[in-house]
């Protein structure tokens, strides 16, 4: 089983080569002085020395123990609660939290590179951080002044962590229906009663508090999703000098016996008149919620390329050293019973396509992060407003497409050790079984796709997507006359021009059916990604094609040929498949779905 190594080489490539960071933060107001290239380098280079070092010899253990509970209280898997100790004391706990109240205010172009590096080397631990990221986000976003100077500067230092809580047992994509109620007190507090279930980290050991965003009704609020309210429920109630004080009314019901992340604490959240104190405006839970779904949404993304960088690096090292058969044209170990599995094309088949996945959704994820730096940290208004914008339509695009590509990565790091990739010895299992998840929470895929199609093409008649296409034709333009890149830009031409073509085609096919956006979703989800990727692969190769004199920049024009040539055809199937209509899907009757 290889040894998780940060992939920083690569990361200060797509940094500092590609979207060159150092001019990006430069030229934004709200990171003046914050950062600077020797700043960020620093960061990374702590960073992987924690992800390989401390989290990645966890993560095995993580999961074959598990986190455990009894009688109420959760005890967090082996190794677990000393990694957050050193995770904390580093300082990335708070790395792109308002400076106001303890954050560094780094900005996500650089947090999502350490995101990465954390995930990769522990999914299951990740998540903890990810969501006292997360639940920073929206307090800061949301709450009062009173709530913030209380709450976040021990969130960010890690003495406290983070909740989220929006999932029921009977409401999951539809929030609208959840049953959790707040009462108002006279105080100003509320006494929040209900059950929440799927809370990854609700409770456990490794910080003193936590820290609940919960999501509940108010006794007069409107029916469906315009009833929801956002409340702060803390494990344990915060005196007026900070210190903690009582137990909260609040307690964990139980953990869930999953299919991957087991190193995790999936929780089922008790709430029985818990004290808590609304974030926001009353009925206005969601938007507050949705503050940080961006960031969320683009962090399973990461985490998706995260793990499938550690299961690349575990299939090339097999790859190597597997020696069956020897190579088509001739033994190319002649010293050896047979050539290693690398000779052969199917593996490098799989190899590649790993590598070409995972290294162009590192990049888009970068590229999606760009967007949020700018919406964030520009002073220029209509800078901000097309930021924005591009971000909407690009985010569910990073959390579906990044995570199913993470799982195919997976899949095929585990065919690349045959039988040993089913057992445990090798660790391949894992990343198959961890990566699952990103799939389904923060919002299924499917509904991502549906997000995208619905809301984010046909919702505005296109204008976010000629947002995307004004930016990739500016690129193409900027390499007019470059014969070396005319292998990578005539390709990314034809994809964008094939996608432009059925953005406008399921536009026009939904004025009279509605049924065609939701059959179409998956699919034009996926074209668009390939198109998103093949844009991303002749950036690098721009960057690239000039230096190969160095086997790292000659790597990457390697695989971003095979990504043209062997990947980015894919578009032309999917595009037939959402041309292939809604009436099909339609033409059973209900009880003919049965089968037996």
Known sequence: ??????????????????????????????????????????????????????????????????????????????GFKEAYQTYVEAGLNGLGGNPEFGGMGMPKTLVGQMEEMVQGANMAFGLAPMLTAGACLSLNAHG??????????????GVWAGAMDLTEPHAGTDLGIIRTKAAPNA??????????????????????????????KLPDAPAGPKGISLFLVPKFLVNEDGSLGERNTMGCGSIEHKMGIKGSATCVMNFDGAKGWLVGEENQGLAAMFTMMNYERLGVGIQGIGAAEASYQNAVEYARDRIQSRAPTGAQAKDKAADPIIVHPDVRRMLLTSRALTEGGRAFSTYVAKWLDIAKFSDDAEQKKHASAMLALLTPVAKAFLTDNALESAIAGQQVFGG???????????????????????????????????????GNNGAFFKLFEDDINEFVASQAGNEAMAEFIEPLKAALENLNDLTQWVIDRAQGNPNEIGAASVEYLM??????????????????????????????????????KRLLPRYIGLTAAVKGGSESLFELEEEMFETA
């Open 1 to 78: 089983m290889a040894e998780y190594k940060a992939p920083l080489r690569d990361m200060r490539f797509v940094l500092n080569e590609v979207f060159e960071a150092d001019k990006l933060w430069s030229s934004l107001a709200g990171l003046e002085g914050v950062v600077d290239v020797e700043t960020a380098e620093a960061i990374l280079e702590e960073c992987g020395k924690i992800a390989s070092q401390v989290l990645a010899p966890i993560n095995r253990e993580g999961d074959e123990q598990g986190s455990t509970w009894k009688d109420g209280e959760v005890t967090a898997a082996p």
């Open 144 to 157: 009062s002044q009173e709530l913030k100077e209380k709450y976040l500067p021990n969130m960010y230092s």
């Open 187 to 216: 105080d100003g507090s509320f006494d929040v009663t209900g059950t929440k279930i799927f809370i990854t980290w609700g409770e456990h050991d490794m910080a003193e508090n936590i820290i609940h965003l919960v999501l509940a």
């Open 420 to 458: 040993h990739g089913f057992i445990r010895e090798w660790g391949q299992e894992q990343h198959v079984r961890d990566i699952r998840i990103t799939q389904i929470y923060e919002g299924t895929n499917g509904i991502q796709a549906l997000d995208l199609m619905g809301r984010k093409i046909v």
């Open 527 to 564: 074209v668009f990604g390939y198109t998103a990727l093949a844009y991303m692969w002749a950036k690098m190769a721009a960057v690239a094609l000039d230096k190969q004199d160095d086997k790292f920049y000659q790597a990457k024009v390697s695989t971003a040929r095979f990504y043209v």
